[in-house]
């Protein structure tokens, strides 16, 4: 994804916050579309092309935790940014399970929002095409690149941030993966709140790879992970 010819779908319901914001993308080089509550903007998603969401959490009607679990049984793919008045760690972890790659509590600055963009974008594909994309895990074979964990007929989509988290994982198989490298390589820092973050998706690839027990994701303690393949 280029960073240059990112569409963006905002959904805002405060009308100044939202024309401020689509200004502003717009002549930072982002197209944006902006939409004033959930149901308005999860029928343009349906019906439009976006490469980017920007979801308000409290809005009428639908409110964005509704409309991005929305987006994510059309498109699993897609980065999420949430924006909310609330700095709970509880509806931040509800964001990330349904999927979001970050946060911006309000206010914040212009500025912080397009960096927050860029480093999502970069965070997509963070080892350029060049890399290896594809990985055998005992029976399952990983696909980064289509963001899919399959074995036998059983396909897994991924989430960004599952895929990456993944491809670290093995990257380093049969070894340890140290947790503060991961955080700041996915997460882009190791706060606390983060590293919570982090082990709920640990949490998840696990559940993924219950089909071959000759495959585990070790906790390697004060350290970090290890992605074991004892076949």
């Not at 959904?11 to 939409?35: F, H, Q």
């Not at 946060?103 to 974008?121: D, G, H, N, Q, R």
């Not at 074979?141 to 599952?162: A, G």
């Amino acid at each position: 994804m280029n960073e240059n010819q990112i569409s963006i779908l905002l959904a805002e319901d405060d009308p100044n916050l939202g024309l401020t914001l689509k200004t502003y993308l717009d002549a930072k080089g982002y197209p944006t579309k902006l939409y004033v509550n959930g149901e308005e903007a999860i029928q343009a998603y349906k019906s439009e092309s976006f490469d980017f969401c920007i979801l308000d959490v409290m809005m009428p009607i639908k409110d964005g935790f509704t409309l991005a679990k929305e987006i994510r049984e059309i498109d699993h793919k897609i980065p999420i940014l949430f924006l909310t008045a609330k700095s709970l760690d509880e509806d931040k972890k509800k964001g990330y399970d349904l999927g979001a790659d970050d946060y911006m509590t309000k206010p914040f600055s212009l500025e912080e929002l397009i960096m927050k963009i860029e480093a999502i974008v970069r965070r997509c594909n963070p080892y350029g095409s060049g890399s290896e994309n594809s990985f055998t895990i005992g029976r399952y074979v990983f696909n980064y690149t289509k963001q899919t964990l399959t074995i036998d007929d059983d396909v897994q989509r991924l989430t960004s941030r599952e895929a990456d988290l993944l491809k670290l994982l093995c990257i380093n198989k049969n070894d340890v993966l140290d947790r503060s490298f991961a955080l700041k390589k996915i997460w882009l820092d190791d706060s606390y709140f983060n590293a919570r973050c982090m082990d709920v998706y640990v949490a998840k690839l696990r559940k993924y790879l219950t089909k071959d027990p000759t495959i585990s994701i070790m906790n390697v303690h004060g350290v970090g992970f290890k992605l074991v393949d004892t076949k």
